[in-house]
């Protein structure tokens, strides 16, 4: 696991410059750094030493000095990659995975990512053609960030780095500002700084002459066979394990982060590490860590816990959101912060479980209850009734009338839908109410799945935004933060590839989500972990700003002299004193706010060396 920057383009700045950039993000990699500089394009990298301890450093050449690569990630098959291009006659100078690609590349072209079973996002630069050629993974494991400056392409794995290149304006997207309202993360190709893009997941890239061209190579695709649930449990089961070992593939020890739910447990229990890691908070009914030092128990594995307090999460907010790149107001990034500075104090790598949910379906949003599919065998201009009638408001009953009146692709953004567009309205200042709806963001995805059933359709929103945007963010991240690898078996092209032939009985199974999944589960951990309803981290924040150290904490930020510049300052305190008064739970929609304004202190007020 590491991290680079980048730029390429007729004048490259003094080399000063890419180390500026480098140093920016090395806590990527605080193990060595190397760069590369043409007068054309330079490239910087920070390594975490992994594979090849000795043998892997970067940038890596191949034998003619024609091509220069640096990467991010891990290539899980790279060893077979490596034995095919021997028995063609490619030769080798290292034993990293790196290597591989940079062949890969030499043989194959762009065809390369289509090869690759792992995480990555690289770039190769081609000194004879002055091509740049790059690349992100699959399911968007690995960050990609990039913009244009003067002619200039400008990249890097976090936006952070981008900043230090001379001549960048930083200003806020407008667009991305609404939908993170609602969305809780930036779900927009251009990030939250007008002008910076992310590259799709799935997609490679080539740059020359200016001009930069994006061509998508991975695309999900649900093809359901017919096989019977027992089957189906023994083949997840089989996958899943040889993803697991393939996911173990380092020259350094690998732990695991472990809570009390089934998908870190199904994972360590296949593994069985001599380390696990879990934190929980400080509060009753927020806590798994006894559970997750229970299963530890049972299967004679170690485990490193650590407790929160409310103090703890509130002083990790500013890092938090410095970290993130962008402001993002997932409440469970906080105790990953601390998960992973937990278990970097041991280890390098470690396995978890994200990415379980979207592709076995995994989360309550996906099943529908008796009452609903009762309700939905109304016509549906019964239901509109109805609706009009009692579909206001964001209570329970409110949006059971509402989602069973509409269709799934007007009710349905993913995970988090933390406000709608009256509402993200309603709160910004007016020239930040920006024209876009958080339809017209998911449109072009239900697009993509017209004809499908509702879990399908869901199950496809939340692989191309939810996942890439906002799980696989954080992960890598918090974790990267603190200089820790963090791999997720179950987001392997092996593991996809059983996952998009499940059947809806075999994901969904009355109101048991990924139950073919948990069957596979209960073949390696105890039936209670296996049947046990999914929680994620528990955050009691909604408790916390109740009180009066806490709320006054949150109202010191809406009092700042920049906040009524994007917001209506009094509505967000009415919004705060509702809460308190226990009228409304508003809990996500003021910490949707607050991490926006943390954010936006950091970066724009506060700078600390950012330009």
């Known amino acids: 696991m590491c991290g680079f920057v980048g730029f390429c383009g007729r004048d490259c700045p003094d080399r000063g410059i890419i180390k500026k950039m480098s140093e920016r993000i090395a806590h990527r990699g605080p193990d060595s750094d190397g760069y590369?500089?043409?007068?054309?394009?330079?490239?910087?990298?920070?390594?975490?030493?992994?594979?090849?301890?000795?043998?892997?450093?970067?940038?890596?050449?191949?034998?003619?000095r024609r091509y220069v690569i640096v990467f991010n990630g891990e290539i899980y098959n790279y060893r077979e990659l490596r034995d095919r291009m021997k028995e063609e006659g490619k030769k080798f100078s290292t034993d990293s995975d790196t290597e591989v690609i940079l062949r890969a590349y030499e043989t194959y072209g762009k065809e390369t990512p289509s090869m690759l079973r792992g995480m990555f996002a690289f770039v190769i630069w081609d000194r004879m053609d002055k091509v740049l050629f790059g690349a992100r993974d699959p399911f968007g494991i690995k960050p990609f960030f990039y913009t244009g400056v003067n002619g200039t392409l400008v990249f890097g794995s976090e936006i952070k780095g981008i900043l230090q290149y001379p001549g960048i304006r930083k200003e806020i997207n407008p667009c991305a500002l609404k939908t993170y309202l609602e969305f809780q993360y930036s779900p927009l190709e251009e990030t939250m700084f007008s002008g910076i893009f992310r590259l799709p997941q799935g997609f490679y890239f080539t740059y020359s002459d200016g001009k930069l061209e994006k061509t998508q190579y991975f695309e999900p695709e649900f093809d359901e066979k017919s096989r019977s649930f027992d089957n189906a449990v023994s083949l997840i089961d089989e996958t899943v394990c040889s993803s697991v070992d393939y996911h173990q593939i380092a020259d350094v020890e690998v732990g695991s982060f472990l809570s009390g739910g089934v998908d870190s447990s199904y994972v360590a229990s296949v593994v069985k590490p001599m380390k696990t890691y879990s934190v929980g908070f400080e509060r009753t009914g927020f806590d798994e860590t006894d559970l997750a030092a229970g299963l530890c128990r049972r299967l004679n594995m170690s485990n490193t816990k650590r407790e929160i307090t409310a103090d703890d999460f509130f002083a990790a907010l500013p890092d938090v959101q410095y970290y993130s790149d962008e402001p993002h107001a997932n409440l469970s990034a906080v105790p990953l912060w601390y998960l992973a500075e937990l278990a970097s104090k041991d280890v390098k790598v470690v396995l978890s479980g994200e990415g379980a949910d979207e592709l076995f379906g995994g989360y309550d949003w996906y099943i529908e209850s008796d009452h609903m599919r009762r309700y939905k065998k109304l016509p549906r201009f019964l239901r509109r009734g109805v609706c009009a009638l009692f579909g206001?408001?964001?209570?329970?009953?409110?949006?059971?009338?509402?989602?069973?009146?509409?269709?799934?692709?007007?009710?349905?953004?993913?995970?988090?839908?933390?406000?709608?567009?009256?509402?993200?309205?309603?709160?910004?200042?007016?020239?930040?109410?920006?024209?876009?709806?958080?339809?017209?963001?998911?449109?072009?995805?239900?697009?993509?799945?017209?004809?499908?059933?509702?879990?399908?359709?869901?199950?496809?929103?939340?692989?191309?935004?939810?996942?890439?945007?906002?799980?696989?963010?954080?992960?890598?991240?918090m974790t990267m933060a603190h200089s820790l690898e963090l791999r997720v078996p179950y987001l392997d092209r092996e593991v996809w590839d059983v996952a998009r032939t499940l059947s809806i009985p075999q994901k969904t199974r009355g109101r048991e989500a990924k139950a073919a999944f948990r069957a596979a589960a209960f073949r390696h951990i105890p039936q209670?972990?296996?049947?046990?309803?999914?929680?994620?981290?528990?955050?009691?924040?909604?408790?916390?700003?109740?009180?009066?150290?806490?709320a006054g904490w949150v109202e010191s930020w809406l009092d700042r002299p920049y906040v009524p510049t994007f917001f209506d300052v009094g509505a967000l305190k009415r919004m705060l004193l509702e809460h308190r008064e226990g009228k409304k739970n508003n809990a996500r929609k003021i910490y949707t706010v607050l991490c926006f304004l943390i954010w936006y202190d950091r970066y724009f007020v506060n700078e600390k060396g950012d330009n």
């Open 36 to 64: 590369f500089d043409d007068g054309r394009t330079a490239l910087g990298f920070r390594r975490l030493s992994i594979i090849d301890l000795k043998g892997g450093d970067q940038p890596i050449y191949s034998f003619d």
């Open 392 to 477: 206001h408001g964001k209570n329970h009953v409110a949006r059971f009338f509402k989602n069973g009146a509409e269709r799934v692709e007007d009710t349905y953004i993913g995970q988090a839908f933390i406000m709608d567009d009256d509402e993200a309205d309603r709160l910004l200042a007016p020239e930040w109410r920006a024209k876009i709806s958080y339809r017209d963001v998911t449109a072009p995805y239900y697009d993509k799945v017209k004809g499908q059933d509702d879990l399908t359709k869901k199950l496809y929103i939340d692989m191309k935004l939810w996942l890439p945007g906002d799980i696989l963010l954080k992960a890598d991240r």
């Open 528 to 550: 209670e972990w296996a049947n046990r309803k999914k929680a994620g981290f528990l955050v009691p924040f909604r408790e916390w700003i109740k009180e009066e150290k806490y």
